[in-house]
């Protein structure tokens, strides 16, 4: 929920990674993004060490959507991981922080030409595919080319994670990837071990996000592996690489419970040994977490604007960002923790609806939270932020996207700027009527 290096002093002041939060806004203004790198370094540190603990090769590739930017990447490849992504966006992203194209793996259910052709020039690790046309697309490209692509194929193994609709993928209707069913996998399967300018390297499937439990995450790797063995026995295919996606939930509530994932990895790796056939080598096992990297390194920092008193003795809390800056409890519902910095312990606390800036009733950041004495002025700290916020923000309302900061042992480093309103208006071009219209 709260970043590891979270803390609070005596009169309420809270800091993290050695920084004090107002100071923090005073300095860089509100809305503010910021992230501990102390938590995403132990988080990446904890799926690396997982990862090795099995003694099977493995990698640990980390979901680009959740949160990047520049540093993030940079962050990413001297940590050692590899990266996740889904678009041209992302991809432009990764290659100018000076990620190895090799340990970058190339998502999304639309890629266009331009973005297959940037994925297949800078010769990125494995572009994971996720529909006939497309395949059909990649191998006449790398024919132009004069390239063979290397190909994962995204698989839907029906597997229903019990969590929002909206960020289920495993289930066989699903917008993603080639279901396990109908025989829509093994038409893919066999087109793509005919074709001549693709090389297919192995399966992937991601099952949906924020997943709280582990036994999903042990059936998909099992789905994904009686798929493989049923290849072996027709045609002697068997996976190099069983990308098993991310989706590992974290905390936003004090009750939420994250799967344990040593454990979790131990029987993923004993259905790997046991459907490995006698004569071929155990895939190498690649996981993308993206949410629980980054999620709870991050919090955002808003100033509180309004107190209002309405009919029923409703309070609302009105900061100063809101949808714009964090979609997801407008999206999906999400829950999250808040608190005011500098309230000591005496203050009373006070059961308040947090209400985003925007222009929508359904700009409710919080419903129901418990905050210590909120006035005009004081900084809110939402927890657990780190991830699909500021990779998800917009411009709604014309409201500039905040800054990104990292801290770090007293430190702060800048790693995105502060949108102002002068960005706002640089691609905007004045009204120039066409000839028709001019009259
Ligand atoms: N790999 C693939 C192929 C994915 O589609 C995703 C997420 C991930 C990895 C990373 O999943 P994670 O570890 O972060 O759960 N905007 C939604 C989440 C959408 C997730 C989309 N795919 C939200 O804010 O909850």
Redo the contacts with the bound molecule.
Sequence with gaps: MRPDTYMKSSNGQISIGGVDLQDLAKTYGTPLYVLDYHTLHQRMCRFQEAMASLHVPGQVMY?G??FLCRAMAELVAREGLGL?V?SGGELVTALTAGMDPQRIVF?GNVKTREEIRLALTHHVGEI?VDSLDELRRIDQMARELGMVASILL?LTPGIEAHT?E??R?GQFDSK?GFALKEGIADEAVSVALDMSHVRLDGF?A?I????LEGEPFVANAQALLAYSRSWWERARFWPRYLDL????GVRYQPEDRPPELESLLARVKDTLMEYTPEGATPPELWL?????IVSEAGCTLYTIEAVKHVVDEKVYVAVDGGMGDNI?PA??Q?KYAAEVAGKPENRPEQVVTVAGRYCESGDILIKDALLRDPQVGDLLVVWGTG??NYS?ASTYNRVPRPAVVLVHDGDVSLWVERESWEDLMRQDRPLDLVTSLKA
């Design positions: 979901a959507k959740a996740d889904v998502h994971v995204r929002h909206f960020i993928t993603f992937h991601h949906g996000s924020q997943i996606g991310g989706g590992f993308e977490p993206g949410r629980s997801r999206l999906y999400a991830a699909y998800m």
